[in-house]
């Protein structure tokens, strides 16, 4: 059981680049999640999807889309990358909106 | 912003010993959860106290809640160098909103 598999886990653009970072979770969960994690600033959430066909900014949007492909992807994409960007990002997954989040392993982005 | 903001923001201990952290938060909530970060890997799930909940056990874990100082705190007893990682407290709102993280405190277990 794979659980949240995020792609790729590292990543190196320069400024004005864009990417896709990819999430997968095969737990049936209905919402999920982008993260990003700075160091001293903890996870800041970027995105969600609440269920299937939803998208919702989160507190951090800006620079950033979203993509909620079918249940079981949510992918997220920055269009002209800029080195505030430089973060790693974690995907999660849950059933409910305010229930255990599972997380995946981080994709670690440098914006040169 | 954030919600929860965990205290102490660094923590080292002996292996043996006991390790509190605690967490704070400003809005009414209807849980709260623990979640520990190993060093370059994702968040793992801990546990999690409804707000109906005053105290809470798993394994070496305790956890407390305290809605009327919005606080919680996260005992691990005899702490093991396994144990070394960041632990965060997210808040499940009342008003159906994503969980809310805390900035974590970073704990080191010696050997």
């Known amino acids: 059981n794979a659980g949240v598999t995020q792609t790729p886990k590292f990543q190196v653009l320069k400024t004005g680049q864009s990417m896709t970072l990819q999430c997968a979770q095969d737990?049936?969960?209905?919402?999920m999640y982008w993260y990003r994690q700075d160091p001293g600033m903890g996870l800041r959430l970027i995105y969600y999807?609440?269920?299937?066909?939803?998208?919702d900014k989160g507190e951090v949007p800006n620079g950033y889309n979203v993509s909620r492909l079918n249940k079981r992807e949510f992918s997220l994409r920055l269009e002209s990358a800029a080195p505030s960007q430089t973060s790693v990002y974690f995907c999660?997954?849950?059933?409910?909106?305010?229930?255990?989040?599972?997380f995946g392993e981080g994709s670690r982005l440098t914006v040169l | 912003s954030q919600q929860g903001e965990e205290d102490p923001q660094a923590l080292s201990i002996q292996e043996g010993e006991n390790a509190t952290m605690n967490c704070s938060y400003k809005?009414?909530?209807?849980?709260l959860q623990w979640y520990r970060q190993n060093s370059g890997r994702g968040l793992v799930h801990l546990i999690l106290?409804?707000?109906?909940?005053r105290e809470k056990h798993s394994g070496r874990l305790r956890v407390t809640l305290d809605t009327s100082k919005k606080s919680s705190s996260l005992l691990i007893t005899a702490s093991r160098a396994a144990d070394t990682a960041s632990y965060f407290c997210?808040?499940?709102?009342?008003?159906?909103?994503?969980?809310?993280f805390g900035k974590g405190t970073r704990l080191s277990v010696i050997a």
């Open positions: 809005t009414s909530i209807n849980n």
């Open positions: 737990m049936n969960h209905n919402s």
């Open positions: 997210a808040t499940g709102n009342s008003g159906n909103t994503p969980l809310v």
């Open positions: 999660a997954s849950g059933q409910g909106i305010t229930g255990e989040l599972f």
């Open positions: 999807s609440a269920s299937e066909g939803t998208t």
């Open positions: 106290i409804r707000s109906n909940e």
